[in-house]
């Protein structure tokens, strides 16, 4: 079959469109996927492609590129049979491939594996570790609240003397109004020392449910206060309460140690000549109380660890009185028992409030 253009009406779309060697590419590609022509004309399908593209380069357009001899019935036998031979080659490839991947892939599954147990036999070793320190951290609670057991059988003795005592002083007729005053905050500051301490040695498990009853709150407060307020006059400040009557459900003696661990901290860190306010607000569902003092505030790096007791940094008064940092951690757990909240905040010109939520 003989192709004429014409050279002059269409060599400028050929030399756009078409590029020379890719036509004569694909013609020779066409050729040889027809299964038309056997390996003995190979030879002249070059011959024919290099005279075509030399013809083309001299921009002869009147090429014949499709007169192709064609094969006969045997010569197909025979290229059907070396296509199948060379589709065996492909499949047989295409076979050892796949058990190459496949043993690729076990090798790495082996490994993954070997990887797996050695994780797991390591978890498995800090689990054992970890139940170690774990048996020792309740032997050490174990030990630490028989010694506060021996420590609180210990101050019952002492502590009992000084109840017994000041009950005998009030029962003298000649005190004076102030003197039975003291005697009587002593009194029941060493009632509340003896409760707190029965309540020790009763302790046995740490979660055991905590013992509530209704408490006038305004009444507990001005209790604190009262107890507190002649460590308040040495340092000449003034205690003031602003709370009505609320009826709150609470633990007495836990509620007691927060409020006055709360005004101790003011007393101690606010200066002469200070004021202490301790308020009280009543919610819906819960009650909030405040201790605002005119104090010296609370160190930047002190305060992200101020109610946790894994640093106990140890801060002096402003007359010198030492400090343990314990109270407010034991505020915090006692707050936390009661399904509350505790927090501060810096007051606007001087001091710092805490405020206490506890539920109704």
Request: hydrophobic residues 45%.
């Amino acid at each position: 079959m003989i192709i004429n253009i014409p050279p002059l009406q269409h060599e400028a779309i050929v030399k756009k469109f078409i590029s020379l060697r890719f036509a004569v590419l694909f013609i020779f590609l066409a050729g040889c996927t027809s299964l038309q022509y056997t390996e003995d004309h190979a030879t002249v399908y070059i011959d024919r492609i290099v005279s075509a593209t030399a013809a083309i380069d001299k921009d002869d357009f009147s090429v014949d590129l499709l007169n192709f001899p064609i094969i006969t019935g045997s010569e197909a036998g025979l290229q059907l049979d070396l296509i199948f031979r060379i589709i065996t080659v492909i499949f047989f490839i295409l076979v050892l491939i796949i058990i190459f991947q496949m043993h690729k892939a076990w090798k790495k599954n082996e490994e993954n594996n070997r990887l797996l147990k050695q994780l797991h036999s390591q978890i498995s070793e800090q689990n054992t570790y970890m139940q170690h320190i774990m048996n020792a951290l309740e032997e050490s609670e174990s030990e630490n609240l028989r010694v506060t057991k021996i420590i609180a059988h210990d101050l019952r003795s002492p502590i009992g003397a000084i109840v017994s005592a000041s009950s005998l002083l009030l029962n003298e007729t000649k005190l004076n109004e102030e003197a039975s005053e003291l005697i009587s905050i002593i009194q029941k500051a060493g009632i509340n020392a003896l409760t707190f301490m029965t309540a020790i040695l009763e302790k046995e498990d740490a979660h055991a449910v905590l013992k509530k009853e209704p408490v006038e709150l305004s009444t507990l407060i001005k209790y604190c206060a009262n107890i507190l307020k002649y460590k308040a006059i040495e340092k000449r400040q003034t205690i003031t309460i602003d709370s009505q009557t609320i009826l709150l459900n609470c633990n007495l003696e836990n509620i007691w140690r927060v409020i006055s661990n709360l005004l101790t901290n003011a007393i101690k860190f606010s200066p002469d000549h200070s004021t202490i306010v301790l308020q009280t607000t009543e919610f819906n569902e819960h009650v909030i109380i405040e201790v605002k003092d005119q104090g010296i505030g609370i160190p930047n790096d002190l305060k992200p660890s101020l109610f946790t007791s894994k640093e106990r940094r140890k801060r002096i008064g402003t007359r010198g009185e030492k400090s343990y940092g314990m109270g407010l951690p034991i505020a915090k757990k006692i707050i936390d028992a009661h399904k509350g909240k505790i927090w501060f905040e810096e007051n606007e010109f001087k001091g710092t409030t805490f405020f206490v939520q506890l539920p109704k």
